[in-house]
């Protein structure tokens, strides 16, 4: 095989990871009203799903450690495109919790040894790949936010979730497979690296990274969240047009991610971050703002501007997440799963709070109020910027 097949698989999985995990929130309207909740409620029971992918983001990096990268996916991406697939059919609200957490296990245990694997193969090669492979899961969410779009009018949540999920599954088993030669393989020294204690005794946080990160990764999870159920419920967009604004944010993250190799050849890092700050989020505060201002004034209007609003926010956060990443793995001396993991543990925790923030500012507010949280928080990343090119310690 030839030194580039490594890199091509680890993309491809980026791109089936960001198909699967993202097939159904063009759909969380329908399973919002399946489950007969409301948006405070609605954002909560999805936000327990984090304190799940806490415990994996805790454990799953030491065990990437121990056993490599290609068992951990194995085991991973079939648990969450299972339990993706089951949680359409379900309307027990404490069960569907309790798949949610064991979901946001399987998520993050897939999350950690994918990045992992990239790392070492961009430790391998000798090129950043980072934010590359970030822009191949984003196409991936594009793909199958669009199919959500076109099917939602003619196919049932329940089909097109388990046909998604199914055909995932199949095609990621094939390139974990392809992955193998060229895969983070386990540790071969006796050590204690995977024991209870260790865990606990190494867990590091680097706060300025692990908040700059939190800053620049939440409108990313607001817009999976609350794009559609904002675009349908407060515009009053139907089911297909609903889903467009979601796509223009996923297209500028794209096109972000797979231009960040000739943009920072051109501005220096630090300033791209503050540039990709200050202006993604204000871009994306402004045309929220005037989404709302025009709901009730003209239709056509307030498409334009939530379309702006979320392709301008998208563009400006699309390689913040890789950039810290990318910044805690040269700052840290621990294999990079660890990294990965720790990151993972502080950002989940964070993420945790400020998503039911957002979501009980939705229910005692207004959506359009509790969006506007995500923007400023993208404008404070400049605050953050200098972390990413500090040498390690």
């Known amino acids: 095989m030839t030194k580039g097949d490594g890199k091509t698989y680890i993309f491809s999985l980026f791109f089936l990871f ?113 934010p590359k492979a970030a822009g191949f899961w984003s196409a991936g969410s594009l793909l199958s936010v669009l199919m959500s779009g076109a099917l939602a009018s003619h196919v049932s949540l329940a089909w097109h979730i388990d046909i998604l999920q199914i055909s995932s599954f199949i095609l990621m088993l094939a390139f974990i497979r392809k992955i193998q030669p060229f895969s983070l393989r386990a540790n071969e020294f006796n050590d204690d690296s995977t024991s209870i204690a260790r865990i606990f005794r ?49 297209f500028s993250v794209i096109l972000g991610r797979l231009m960040f190799n000739r943009i920072s050849n051109r501005i220096p890092l630090e300033r791209l971050v503050k540039i990709g700050g200050v202006f993604g989020g204000a871009g994306f505060v402004v045309g929220l703002t005037l989404s709302h201002f025009f709901s009730e004034r003209s239709s056509l209007l307030a498409f334009i501007s939530i379309s702006l609003a979320f392709l301008i926010g998208g563009f ?19 294999p990079g799963g660890v990294v990965v993991g720790h990151l993972g543990v502080t950002n989940s925790a964070l993420a945790f709070l400020v998503k039911a923030v957002i979501a009980w500012t939705a229910q005692w507010l207004t959506l359009s109020v509790a969006l506007l949280i995500p923007g400023f928080m993208l404008i404070a990343v400049a605050l953050f910027a200098k972390v990413v090119v500090k040498e390690p310690v």
């Not at 300025?208 to 794009?227: N, R, T």
């Not at 913040?320 to 040269?330: D, K, T």
Request: aromatic share 12%; glycine share 12%; with cysteine.
């Open 18 to 130: 960001g198909i699967s995990l993202t097939g159904w929130l063009g759909r969380f309207p329908e399973l919002k009203a399946h489950l007969k909740l409301k948006n405070g409620e609605f954002g909560t029971v999805l936000s327990i799903g984090m304190i799940g992918g806490l415990v994996s983001l805790l454990i799953f990096g030491h065990v990437v450690h121990r056993f490599g990268t290609v068992p951990v996916m194995l085991i991973s991406s079939f648990g969450f495109c299972f339990l993706i697939g089951l949680m359409v059919h379900l309307t027990s609200i404490p069960l569907f919790i309790v798949c949610n957490l064991l979901l946001g296990v399987s998520v993050s245990a897939f999350h950690i040894s994918i990045n992992a694997q990239a790392l070492h193969e961009q430790e391998r090669r000798g090129e950043t790949i980072m």
């Open 202 to 250: 190494d867990f590091h946080v680097n706060w300025p990274i692990s908040i700059g990160m939190l800053m620049g990764v939440q409108l990313e999870f607001s817009s999976g969240d609350w794009a559609t159920i904002y675009s349908k419920e407060d515009l009053s967009f139907n089911a297909g047009v609903a889903t467009i604004p979601y796509m223009c944010f996923v």
């Open 316 to 334: 400006g956060s699309s390689f913040l997440g890789p950039v810290f990443l990318i910044a805690a793995n040269r700052a840290s001396s621990s």
